[in-house]
């Protein structure tokens, strides 16, 4: 109960103590914001005092910058008014002007015209590679023929001619210089090059073109052989005449003959179908190629059989022969019967690889179709999804279509040839065999038929 009662005690002692603590901090607090409120007020008053004693200065302030004003609105009429003369008296000199000029404003405007023109003659020029500075003469008349407060003179205005004398000498002339031009692969190199007249740039065993900027530069891709096999003898060639190959468009041809697909290109347009039928055709012609090889060696000791006396066995028909001789006691039907079946042995290998070649033949042009209708259908699958407004796209499809009938009779045509040359071949020793066949028989048989009279 004692511990009770003094634990009570002790909390309301402490409440008491916190209760005062707690008054004495919002008294200072109190005394705290009344002294603020002091203070600005003091700074109020301060502040008031000084603009009431400014006042007089800001009003003399003000009245001096209205005087400012004033005098800044007068400067800006007669500068207007100054402005309004100057335009009258611009308008007037103008007129002036074009009175004085009379027919000769006429003049400058065709002059300007054909200034232009032949600058743009000039810009594109082959002959200003070669002749460079060209341009600044030309770019000089230009802008003050087009100018109306600068006349050219008579020596900017024959700058003109001069130029395009200097044009037409050049477009026929053949000249070798080192120039700078850019490679395929971008960078640049110093070539020794041949401007051919007005037509075109070559050097190196290649072509160049000349770009809009100037700048001269390799083909991406070189045209044929036949086309630059023409450069080096021509930029070799010392007097008389020499073959080269021009391009009048100046250019536009040439790009054209780059863009023609290559024979490996042409050769992937056909697909899976179209290198199907090549190997086709490549084992097709090494087949008749060895074939009639074969036959021809055949041949050969055929005919050396014939003129000899002994049958030798390391040609068909002195295998046939060696057969007569080991069956010349037998009667006319079992050594007839004997002979065909030596034959018979020998037609296998004189035949050989005649039915695959006659096959190939007759089954290229058919992959050929089936690359065709293929190539057809994907085409006409793109006209459904993009349409025809793109009539490149269709050509394309098209062209990669009919390369597979290309190649179908490109196999077809040399592998038939092939198969009547070989099928002849072999039909004419067959034919040899038998007829020293025949001839053996007829012999036998008069033989047989003297001793059977005898």
């Known amino acids: 109960m004692k511990r009770l009662l003094t634990s009570a005690a002790v909390l309301v002692l402490g409440f008491t103590a916190a209760a005062q603590a707690q008054t004495a901090d919002l008294n200072s607090l109190l005394s705290k914001v009344k002294e603020g409120r002091a203070t600005e ?23 001096e910058e209205r005087q400012t004003q004033q005098r800044l609105e007068r400067e800006s009429a007669r500068l207007e008014e100054t402005r309004r003369n100057n335009e009258t008296e611009i308008a007037r000199q103008l007129e002036l002007q074009r009175e004085r000029l009379g ?66 000498i050049g477009s026929g002339q053949v000249k070798s210089f080192n120039h700078t031009v850019r490679g395929v692969d971008g960078n640049t190199y110093t070539a020794e090059i041949t401007r051919i007249g ?28 036949r086309l630059t096999g023409t450069i080096e003898p021509f930029q070799g060639a010392t007097s008389g005449f020499a073959e080269i190959a021009i391009d009048p468009s100046r250019g536009q041809i040439l790009n054209l003959e780059v863009e023609k697909p290559t024979l490996p290109e042409y050769l992937a347009q056909g697909g899976f179908i179209g290198y199907l039928t090549l190997t086709l055709g490549a084992i097709g012609v090494l087949m008749a190629v060895v074939q009639w090889l074969y036959l021809m060696l055949v041949s050969g000791k055929v005919k050396k059989q014939i003129r000899s006396d002994v049958a030798d066995t390391n040609n068909p ?44 033949s007759a089954v290229a042009p058919l992959f050929g179709l089936l690359g065709t209708v293929t190539g057809m259908i994907q085409t006409f699958q793109a006209i459904t999804l993009f349409g025809t407004g793109d009539p490149s796209m269709m050509a394309a499809g098209i062209s990669a279509a ?12 040399p592998t038939l040839l092939l198969h009547s040359f070989v099928a002849g071949a072999s039909k004419s020793v067959i034919h040899v065999l038998e007829e020293q066949s025949a001839g053996i028989i007829a012999v036998h048989a008069e033989k047989e038929h003297a001793n059977a009279s005898a």
Do not use: C
């Not at 600044?136 to 003109?160: H, M």
């Not at 007005?198 to 052989?225: A, W």
């Not at 020998?346 to 050989?352: D, G």
């Open 402 to 413: 009919l390369m597979t009938t290309v190649e179908g009779l490109v196999v077809a045509i």
């Open 103 to 168: 027919q000769l404003q006429e003049l400058f405007g065709v002059l300007q015209q054909a200034a232009g023109d032949a600058k743009s003659v000039i810009a594109s020029s082959h002959v200003t590679v070669d002749n460079s500075g060209r341009m600044e003469p030309i770019n000089t008349l230009v802008e003050k023929a087009s100018s109306t407060s600068e006349l050219p003179s008579i020596e900017e205005i024959r700058a003109w001619p001069s130029q395009m004398v200097l044009e037409m």
């Open 41 to 63: 007020t003091q700074q109020h008053k301060e502040r008031e005092a000084e603009f009431m004693a400014r006042k007089e200065q800001q009003a003399q302030l003000l009245a």
């Open 198 to 225: 007005d037509f075109g740039l070559v050097g190196e065993g290649k072509f160049f073109i000349l770009k809009n900027d100037g700048t001269v530069e390799e083909l991406q891709r070189q045209p044929s052989g």
């Open 317 to 360: 028909l002195g295998r046939v022969l060696s057969v007569y001789d080991s069956n010349k006691n037998v009667d006319v039907e079992t050594l007839e019967l004997k002979l065909d079946e030596a034959i018979l042995k020998e037609t296998p290998a004189l035949e050989r690889f005649l039915t695959l070649i006659k096959l190939i």
